[in-house]
């Protein structure tokens, strides 16, 4: 691996700019570990979970990496804002239990408090014992130039996480292409010392496609589809053939995929991406919504593929194998490298 050299990679010391999304129900403590030991940087998923279960994971991921207890865990753990906004005044908060686990980064997405989630992070970390000194890392998903200005600006966050209408699982439905978004975002925040991390997101997959977005500015990439057909993946065996047989249109945005998946309660405005089936043309035919969810049911039920919700990414049309996630992050590294030396090629030297 030829290590490169961004303004992510000496923010955390990774070999390469690339970070394993926090996927909800694909996402393992393996994935995650797999992607730092790779030299990139892994994310779990919190969800709904609880606390202990998490705290479980991160134990885990320390275990496999081999990091000692008094060092910080080189992972993270994504949230929902809109699922803390439930949890953070339950009896069992998850916050606070996974901050005393010293994961090196936090990830917070889809909410309209996520600033109030900032600021307790960085008190928690201000509140910790002398002997314990730690910043925790954080990153912030955005969809939009006005929500990568707000989390710069006023949230004074570590990363900004642009992601396009191509990623896969839940996004803004009315977020830009990745292509508009990410420039986009670049010009409006200038570079310089105090400028976070951006990172682009959404349908990557491919050595020559982190170049080029590497060249255009980011200072990393986000692969989430891209490690769907890993064996770390909790993905089921029928959803993994699913994604290594699809194409170029296998995948579109839209909100009913959670209605048959009972999953129907994200905030006003985001909806998910996943793999077009049969759930697609029941919702097209006008079928009822009743009569949906018993189909889905019924195929779930005599084990069918044609109605599993699989969220999906563009970028899956590239998925042609099971690779390992740390095979896979090695292989995307080389590519890139080789896509950027031919880039340079391109200039004539005088």
């Not at 390992?324 to 080389?334: G, K, R, V």
Request: charged share 20%.
């Amino acid at each position: 691996m030829t290590p490169m050299s961004t303004k992510l990679t000496r923010l955390l010391g990774l070999k390469t700019p690339m970070v394993s999304a926090p996927m909800y129900y694909a996402s393992t403590p393996a994935m995650a570990a797999a992607a730092t030991r790779a030299g990139g940087f892994g994310f779990i998923a919190a969800g709904f979970t609880e606390s202990q279960v998490l705290i479980d994971e991160l134990s885990t991921i320390r275990s496999i990496l081999k990091t000692p207890a008094d060092d910080p865990i080189p992972a993270g753990v994504g949230f929902l804002g809109w699922i803390l906004d439930t949890t953070e005044s339950s009896p069992d908060p998850r916050l606070p239990a996974v901050l005393a686990q010293r994961p090196r980064a936090i990830w917070f997405a889809f909410g309209t408090h996520l600033g109030k989630y900032v600021a307790q992070v960085r008190a928690y970390d201000a509140g910790r014992s002398p002997g314990e000194d730690h910043k925790t890392i954080i990153f912030v998903i955005v969809n939009s130039v006005d929500e990568a200005l707000r989390a710069s600006n006023e949230w004074a966050v570590d990363v900004l996480v642009a992601q396009g209408i191509e990623a896969g699982g839940h996004g803004k439905g009315d977020a830009p292409s990745l292509l508009t978004l990410l420039p986009s975002i670049l010009t409006a925040i200038p570079s310089g010392p105090n400028r976070p991390v951006i990172l682009a997101a959404g349908g990557i997959s491919t050595g020559p496609q982190i170049a080029s977005l590497l060249t255009m500015g980011a200072d990393g990439i986000v692969l989430g589809s891209r490690l769907l057909c890993t064996p770390e993946c909790m993905y089921s065996d029928k959803s993994k053939q699913v994604i290594l047989n699809s194409t170029f249109t296998a995948t579109m945005r839209s909100g009913v995929f959670d209605e048959v998946n009972r999953t129907a309660f994200w905030p006003e405005g985001i909806n998910g991406r996943a793999i077009v089936n049969d759930i697609m043309k029941d919702a097209r035919s006008g079928i009822s919504l009743e009569e949906r969810l018993k189909r889905y049911d019924q195929g779930l039920a005599n084990g069918e593929s044609n109605r599993l919700v699989i969220w999906a990414g563009e970028g899956v049309c590239f998925v042609n194998d099971r690779k390992s996630t740390e095979d896979i992050i090695h292989q995307l590294d080389e590519e890139a490298v080789v896509a950027l030396r031919n880039v340079a090629g391109i200039l004539e030297s005088n």
